[in-house]
């Protein structure tokens, strides 16, 4: 009997590690090739020379499978420098692959080429890439598609179509010329001219209608919609004309599903909806516009288009004659209420282990800042309001890039002199930060200050709006994590009262939160992934300003908690 028990332990042990030898080999190794060059791009009737990859633009969609390892070389023919950014991925140990400019690497300038690898663990949905390197990611971005491992299916029956929607933002200028003229006077730069949905602007701006994006689709299927908002500096309301979408996922998480007849993504977010086709079989237009919390402060307040159309649509008796798309209505642009409502449908599919007991309890403020005139430069230099330059800070620190050194390497190498570890965990200065703000508190220190994280500590940070020049809402980006979020409200944080709102049952999975404009948002994860990590702002007028900080990660211990060395190809400084 012993004997038969022992057999079937190790017949048992052996099942498994074939099983999981399988789904390893099931895992490909995936190989591309990206070379971001200068491209004539015509839009709004005017042709420019845009960055892009391969030619392409978006860029190109890369499909694959949780498990698979991607080995991307990109090679730079452009006279920008240039890094490459895969949002959401969490690049377990291979921070040198996560891309921020200064950050893990140095940039790949022109003529160079760099070879970013990693592999996608225990991640499923709609993530996307784009450079992180100046506002080249106004160009060069792209779709970063996990489908299930072999043999694993979607949560959710399987749609009969998909489709990438790419939310996009252009300007009728070089997107480089627009941020260095804003760097140069201090002023907020010039806002975009168009927003695009796959890269097209569509029917309501000029010289774009025989180029709108269409998506088809049949009466009686599903299709499953991959929102991404790659734009700039903009959050975005998206919606279908006469048709219902049904929320299945965010970031690569899954979410439990709930339907809605509009989104809202802050840039950097990305939302999966299924889109059934049950209308009259014709043509309805999807649109995109802004949501604009900052008041007084210009945007872009265009309208981008495409065109869902029922294959079984009537064919217009005369060729170009195709019946007018019925037109959805948008919410207004200042529409808070409808964008709290739906940020606050989200919740995780099934009970979560969300952390507890926690090692490092943050307070951050995020918000603008004006820089008093320097006596070195001319009036032409401060055209901020009341001839300041604009800046933005968390924590009342600006932060700073390294120029010599990346984070990661200074880290890494010890090397001295690249950055501090004494970023403030709460704020210096306590005040009313949704209130009347003082204006001796309008101007932030500067510096390249970390914070750092013992491996495994349970971390949760409250990221506090200030009406610092103008409350908005900003959505913060954490590399190399996804994080919970637990709750999010108006006003100041208030740990007496506003605790008992924490979810810590099905709060949902993400790794960009939209903090409320003049509130609040609380995130919670572990430092389980060592290296340094960006957190910033992803409208980037706000990290061209400041509005950034990161976390120093320490290794744990033995290998599989440590990070990676450094890949033989990574560019020097």
């Not at 996560?98 to 990693?118: A, L, N, W």
Request: proline share 8%.
């Amino acid at each position: 009997m012993e004997t038969f028990k022992d057999f079937s332990i190790i017949f048992l042990g052996l099942f498994l590690l074939i099983c999981s030898a399988l789904s390893l080999a099931n895992a490909e190794v995936q190989q591309h090739q990206f070379v971001i060059q200068a491209t004539p791009v015509k839009r709004l009737c005017k042709t420019h020379s845009s960055i892009t990859v391969n030619g392409m633009f978006p860029g190109p969609t890369l499909e694959v499978k949780n498990g698979d390892t991607l080995e991307v070389k990109v090679i730079n023919k452009a006279r920008y420098n240039v890094t490459i950014h895969w949002h959401g991925v969490r690049q377990m140990r291979t921070g040198w692959a996560d891309g921020p400019e200064f950050v893990t690497q140095c940039p790949i300038r022109p003529g160079g080429s760099y070879t970013y690898r990693f592999t996608i663990q225990g991640q499923e949905g709609t993530l996307w890439w784009h450079a992180h390197s100046s506002w080249l990611r106004a160009t060069v971005y792209g779709a970063l598609i996990i489908r299930p491992r072999e043999g694993e299916s979607y949560p959710f029956p399987k749609p009969q179509r998909e489709t990438p929607i790419l939310l996009g933002e252009w300007w009728d200028a070089n997107p480089i010329d627009v941020v260095r003229e804003a760097t140069r006077t201090g002023a907020a730069p010039n806002v975009s001219d168009a927003y695009t949905i796959n890269a097209q602007p569509g029917d309501l701006y000029k010289c774009s209608s025989k180029d709108t994006t269409i998506v088809p689709i049949d009466s009686g299927e599903t299709n499953l919609l991959r929102v991404i908002n790659a734009a700039l500096n903009q959050p975005l309301f998206f919606t279908v004309a006469n048709h219902k979408l049904t929320v299945v996922g965010a970031d690569a998480s899954y979410v439990k599903p709930f339907t809605t007849s509009v989104i809202m993504l802050g840039p950097g977010q990305t939302t999966d909806v299924l889109i059934r086709g049950d209308q009259a079989p014709s043509r309805y237009y999807m649109a995109a516009r802004a949501y604009q919390s900052a008041q007084n402060a210009p945007f872009d307040n265009t309208t981008t288009t495409a065109i869902l159309e029922y294959k079984s649509a009537p064919c217009p008796a005369k060729k170009g004659l195709a019946p007018k798309p019925i037109m959805p209505s948008l919410p207004a642009y200042n529409d808070t209420n409808t964008v709290t409502a739906f940020s606050r449908s989200f919740r995780s599919p099934q009970k979560v282990e969300v952390p507890t007991d926690i090692d490092e309890s943050l307070f951050f403020t995020v918000g603008l800042g004006l820089n008093n005139c320097p006596p070195n430069f001319h009036r032409s230099r401060c055209q901020g309001p009341n001839g300041t330059r604009f800046t933005a800070s968390m924590n009342n620190v600006s932060f700073v890039l390294p120029g010599n050194f990346s984070l990661l390497q200074a880290h890494q190498q010890g090397i001295p002199g690249v950055f501090t570890t004494d970023f403030p965990g709460t704020p210096p200065v306590k005040f009313d930060y949704t209130g009347n703000v003082s204006q001796s508190l309008f101007q932030p220190a500067t510096g390249t200050k970390l914070y750092k994280l013992k491996y495994g500590s349970k971390v949760q940070i409250v990221i506090q709006d200030t009406s610092i020049v103008t409350p908005e809402n900003h959505p913060i980006h954490l590399h190399g994590y996804d994080f919970y979020i637990i709750a999010e409200g108006f006003g100041n944080f208030n740990p007496q009262k506003d605790t008992s709102k924490f979810n810590l049952v099905d709060p949902p999975l993400r790794n960009t939160v939209g903090v409320p404009v003049n509130g609040w948002a609380v995130i919670r994860f572990v430092a389980d992934n060592p290296g340094v990590w960006l957190m910033h702002c992803h409208l980037d007028v706000h990290i061209t300003w400041g509005l950034a900080m990161a976390f120093l990660v320490e290794n744990g211990l033995g290998e599989l908690q440590t990070l990676q060395a450094p890949p033989p190809d990574l560019p020097i400084c």
